[in-house]
């Protein structure tokens, strides 16, 4: 069945220092979705991505999905302490829509 | 408009109970979701309504019993929940199913007993 997989599942960086995470699927995507989680909150859109090999940036944020439409990438430059939150990448194969794992991410200031 | 609203915040329910959870959007979506997560879990899909009509249902166990009663309004009825069951229950809105941004509530915290 559809897999939608991220790594690293946590990652604790200093105010400033950059992160990235990276989502793999195990069957190629329509598309990807990037979402944004609080703590205590619920998912929030952040950006989509249909097109092989797009990259799309939005201020510190960089997305890239990859050639084959199966690994897309979240880079975050400078993270700030309102970036803390879990990223998830979100899959879309055939009308199914499959969450990844998440990456929990913390800002030390 | 682009809130999703759900109702109850927070639910406690006994095994033997009957209660629902209720969803609301008026952006004039024509898709609506629900998710169950789990601490620490990343959303899990149940439930995909399409023009009102149920299109997906991920093998969820017929004590969760969707309805839409119209393009607005998704509810999630539950009988003889499991502890098992305690959760956030998600509801998300698109413009229609199929790739298109979703747009979440801020959901229900079950807690069954």
């Known amino acids: 069945g559809q897999q939608v997989m991220q790594i690293p599942q946590y990652q604790h960086v200093q105010e400033g220092e950059d992160f990235t995470t990276y989502c793999n699927s195990s069957t190629t995507l329509s598309n990807i979705q990037w979402y944004k989680q609080r703590p205590g909150g619920h998912p929030v859109f952040l950006i989509q991505l249909v097109k092989s090999g797009e990259v799309k940036k939005q201020k510190r944020l960089t997305f890239q999905f990859g050639e084959a439409k199966k690994n897309s990438s979240l880079h975050i430059t400078a993270t700030q302490t309102t970036d803390v939150g879990t990223y998830f990448c979100?899959?879309?194969?055939?009308?199914?829509?499959?969450f990844g794992s998440g990456t929990k991410l913390n800002v030390k200031p | 408009d682009t809130e999703v609203t759900q109702t109850p915040k927070h639910l406690v329910m006994g095994m033997t109970n009957k209660k629902s959870l209720k969803c609301e959007q008026h952006?004039?979506?024509?898709?609506m979701y629900w998710y169950k997560q789990k601490a620490k879990k990343p959303p899990e899909l149940m439930f995909v309504?399409?023009?009102?009509?149920?299109?997906i249902n991920e093998s969820v166990p017929s004590r969760f019993s969707p309805e839409c009663p119209n393009s607005s309004l998704l509810n999630l009825h539950l009988h003889a929940l499991q502890p098992e069951d305690s959760a956030l229950y998600l509801c998300?809105?698109?413009?229609?199913?199929?790739?298109?941004?979703?747009?979440f509530g801020p959901g229900t915290r079950l807690t069954v007993t």
């Open positions: 309504y399409s023009y009102e009509k149920l299109s």
């Open positions: 952006m004039g979506h024509r898709a």
């Open positions: 998300a809105s698109s413009r229609q199913d199929g790739g298109y941004e979703q747009y």
């Open positions: 979100a899959g879309d194969n055939f009308n199914k829509f499959y």
